[in-house]
């Protein structure tokens, strides 16, 4: 793939875990650094509640960083906002800030997937659906329409997508309470 670019969205709140879990520490490194390290350039890191604080945390040296005002309204603001910034690309590689696991390896084995008769790729694990997800250019352009606390899922029917099984190469796991994280520190 030509022209790609890497989107880590990290723009909710924290809610469920009690405040911005972008910067909670698991292996000696905040949540969102995880997903920072192992994403390739060019970086854009979407981040909203919290901005100011997960920005002066986390190491994102040569990230292009977005604030997404609306982030209050979901994901789909925030991929909006980071499909936004990346431009007129080829390929957008979207990975969730929260899933601290997923390697180099898993994402650029997605995008490799994204061959000619694809429209986007979508990761499995276990034959459940994960990040990365890798948009191509046709999807990349219904982005601005979405609304609401969404993903790319229901859009993504209206394409042809790759599923791409990684269940080997990495732990799928997302942390949504401090609970969860608590058992992985163990």
Not at 8 to 15: C, K, N, Q, T, Y
Not at 110 to 116: G, K, M, S, V, W
């Amino acid at each position: 793939m030509a022209d790609a670019a890497f989107i880590v969205l990290a723009a909710g709140a924290g809610r469920r875990f009690g405040g911005p879990k972008q910067l909670a520490p698991l292996g000696g490194r905040p949540l969102l650094q995880h997903a920072v390290d192992a994403a390739p350039d060019p970086l854009t890191v979407v981040l909203g509640a919290h901005a100011d604080e997960v920005r002066a945390g986390i190491d994102l040296d040569g990230a292009r960083v977005v604030v997404c005002e609306d982030w209050e309204e979901g994901q789909a603001a925030s991929l909006r906002a980071g499909v936004a910034a990346v431009g007129a690309v080829d390929a957008a590689i979207v990975l969730l800030g929260d899933m601290p696991f997923v390697t180099t390896q898993v994402i650029i084995g997605a995008l490799d997937q994204l061959t000619t008769g694809w429209d986007a790729v979508r990761t499995l694990y276990g034959g459940k659906p994960g990040h990365p997800v890798v948009l191509g250019r046709r999807v990349l352009s219904a982005v601005p329409s979405l609304r609401g606390d969404v993903g790319a899922r229901d859009l993504l029917r209206s394409y042809r997508v790759r599923e791409w099984e990684a269940g080997q190469l990495a732990d799928p796991v997302d942390i949504d309470t401090r609970e969860q994280l608590e058992v992985l520190a163990t």
